[in-house]
């Protein structure tokens, strides 16, 4: 099959699974300007599919390096309303969203932390409207990547420039089943085995799940009506989507103030052109109250003084160690890929739809429900071939989910 073959492939994928465009809808594309090409097969694409309009909201790396090189304090203490309101506005008017990933991890080595999380904040606050949408599903939206030159040098650091980019495209497309016959058949394949799971857990109705590995011993209370979800989920207006491609995981939310323990990371974690590694979390009653990292330990420190919520745990996510993107062998220092090759949680807020009743209630509710709720949603991988997950019912008894890294249910 040729390059471009793959991208007409992987561009329907997108339009078709992934955000599922409806006839007469609005396709809002996020991306960075290298992704050019890719996205206009996209509009391409959506526009066969019936989307009425495709606006695309362009960023380019470069000038955002530059402004967090020379731009005043106070600039990073402040964002665009206008630019989350546009965001609003589309959503009120069901558009469908579409994020290209693709950034280089070490845009910002070396930049002042403290701009980092001025401008994180800062943007989380402003976006907290149009995150409610995302968080309850209340629209379709999804996440697909697209190679940047940095990017791929930092996967493949022994290839240089087209070649590192040729290879991350394959890496790509082998995690995204591009290879396969019929690419939309195979996911929907896919998303019904990640299906059973979600049924399986739901029946457990599990009290907690107890963590174990060489780095962890943690213990995580599930909300009395929690929900399990898993790769596909459905919009308001009932329409089929894929929030992550790719996507491996079957995930639900934490009881707020109900872990406690030590959580080791096992993969790097690239927050906001940051790369924060080796990194340790000890939690007690819900709240981090020690920390560590080797790499970034202060860029870790801004992120969990975001906000009242970004010291607690909102999701939950189990995902088998032999997967499609565990078994590259390669750290995409993306989170987006590395997610879903790894048992992995997010400080900040949960998701909406993970307790019963969830996408009807405001901020305040799900907090009475039990579930944590932040401007910000910071996924790290912390499974491993080694990691064990019992299940705990309400009356203490114990049943094994994972044993060695993979499923036991």
């Not at 073959?5 to 991306?31: M, P, S």
């Not at 992704?35 to 694409?45: D, G, L, N, Q, S």
């Not at 020690?290 to 970004?310: H, N, P, V, W």
């Not at 910071?378 to 993979?406: L, P, Y």
């Amino acid at each position: 099959m040729s390059f471009n073959a793959k991208i007409e492939k992987y561009a329907d994928l997108a339009v078709r699974v992934g955000i599922n465009i409806q006839k007469d809808q609005t396709l809002y594309i996020r991306t960075p300007m290298h992704a050019a090409a890719f996205v206009r097969v996209v509009a391409k694409k959506a526009y066969e599919a019936g989307a009425k309009h495709v606006r695309v909201e362009w960023n380019d790396e470069e000038l955002t390096k530059i402004k967090y090189q020379h731009a005043p304090e106070e600039a990073f203490s402040e964002f665009p309303q206008w630019q989350a309101d546009v965001l609003v506005k589309e959503a009120e008017h069901n558009a469908a969203f579409l994020s290209i990933a693709g950034s280089d991890p070490d845009l910002l080595k070396g930049i002042n932390p403290e701009r980092i999380a001025a401008a994180n904040k800062a943007s989380g606050q402003a976006n907290s409207t149009f995150r409610r949408y995302i968080q309850s599903d209340k629209v379709s939206w999804s996440i697909v990547a697209v190679p940047s030159e940095k990017w791929a040098e930092k996967v493949f650091p022994d290839k240089q420039g087209e070649e590192a980019i040729d290879a991350l495209w394959e890496a790509i497309f082998a995690a995204t089943r591009i290879h396969e016959q019929d690419p939309i058949a195979a996911w929907q394949d896919h998303l019904a085995l990640l299906d059973e799971k979600m049924v399986i857990l739901n029946e457990k109705r599990f009290h907690a799940l107890h963590y174990t590995s060489d780095k962890t011993d943690l213990t995580i209370e599930l909300p009395a009506t929690h929900i399990w979800a898993s790769g596909g989920s459905t919009s308001k207006a009932g329409v089929d989507f894929v929030a992550n491609m790719p996507t491996e995981e079957v995930f639900t939310a934490a009881q707020k103030d109900g872990v406690n323990g030590t959580v080791g990371s096992t993969k790097p974690l690239n927050y906001g052109g940051t790369l924060i590694t080796n990194f340790s979390l000890t939690f007690k009653d819900g709240k981090v109250v020690d920390f560590s990292a080797e790499e970034g330990e202060e860029t870790l420190k801004r992120l969990l003084e975001t906000d009242e919520g970004s010291r607690a745990i909102g999701e939950v996510a189990l995902v088998p160690h032999r997967s499609p993107i565990s078994n590259t062998n390669l750290i995409f220092y993306n989170t987006l890929f590395d997610e879903n090759a790894s048992n992995h949680l997010a400080l900040g807020s949960a998701y909406a739809f993970n307790i019963a009743g969830g996408k009807d209630m405001n901020e305040q509710e799900l907090q009475d429900a039990g579930i944590n709720q932040s401007i910000t949603h910071v996924d790290f991988m912390m499974g491993s071939a080694e990691m064990n997950i019992d299940g705990i019912h309400q009356d203490g008894t114990k049943e094994a989910v994972f044993r060695n890294g993979e499923w036991a249910i």
